[in-house]
T-cell receptor, first 115, second 110 residues
Framework: DTGVSQNPRHKITKRGQNVTFRCDPI?????LYWYRQTLGQGPEFLTY????????KSRLLSDRFSAERPKGSFSTLEIQRTEQGDSAMYLC?????????????FGSGTQLSVL | GIQVEQSPPDLILQEGANSTLRCNFS?????LQWFHQNPWGQLINLFY???GTKQNGRLSATTVATERYSLLYISSSQTTDSGVYFC????????????FGGGTRVLVKP
């Protein structure tokens, strides 16, 4: 297993364009999380899936943002009509809660720059 | 208000020194974890430590959930320990919204 994989690694877009990021979690993990991190800050929770169900969304996730996990495996995060304030690192994480706990594993992130 | 407070915010160490990082929570905490974010941005899970003490090489962590704090100990620091250390936990009845602290930025000088 290669861990949590995110693509693309970097994305540069113009304001107003739509962008989509992909996350492939560790294969047996049923939970998947999206976080956003801006420079000098800790990651902020965006949303969380258990299998294909989106169970929680932060109020940071405006109506321009949508996340899906259609088959309970990979997930996509789409941002419509991007704004300069959307520039950030978008991080995906996954875990499989079991008797040993709920240790979380992160991908390398997608760095978004909106010009 | 602040829900996860980490101290100190910045730490400069001479290689070989020991240090203690602290994380305080404003509410009851579950699923507490410590992460190291390296200079390339990758978050590495150091410990899953909802309570008690664990050790992994030169690092160890202690969580006292009843008193709402956790400590991360770095012994014999190395330059590769540089980066940002985050504590993360589930606060109160926060569902599965794991909340990050603001981090402690560590620089280990050779």
């Amino acid at each position: 297993d290669t861990g949590v994989s995110q693509n693309p690694r970097h994305k540069i877009t113009k304001r107003g364009q739509n962008v989509t990021f992909r996350c492939d979690p560790i294969s047996e993990h049923n939970r998947l999380y999206w976080y956003r991190q801006t420079l000098g800050q800790g990651p902020e929770f965006l949303t969380y899936f258990q299998n294909e169900a989106q169970l929680e969304k932060s109020r940071l996730l405006s109506d321009r943002f949508s996340a899906e996990r259609p088959k309970g495996s990979f997930s996509t995060l789409e941002i419509q009509r991007t704004e300069q304030g959307d520039s950030a690192m978008y991080l995906c994480a996954s875990n499989l809660p079991d008797s040993h706990g709920e240790k979380l594993f992160f991908g390398s992130g997608t760095q978004l720059s909106v010009l | 208000g602040i829900q996860v407070e980490q101290s100190p915010p910045d730490l400069i160490l001479q290689e070989g020194a020991n240090s203690t990082l602290r994380c305080n929570f404003s509410d009851s905490v579950n699923n507490l974890q410590w992460f190291h974010q390296n200079p390339w941005g990758q978050l590495i899970n150091l410990f899953y430590i909802p309570s008690g003490t664990k050790q992994n090489g030169r690092l160890s962590a202690t969580t006292v959930a009843t008193e709402r704090y956790s400590l991360l100990y770095i012994s014999s620091s190395q330059t590769t320990d540089s980066g940002v250390y985050f504590c993360v936990g589930l606060l109160g009845a926060a569902g599965n919204k794991l909340t990050f602290g603001g981090g402690t930025r560590v620089l280990v000088k050779p």
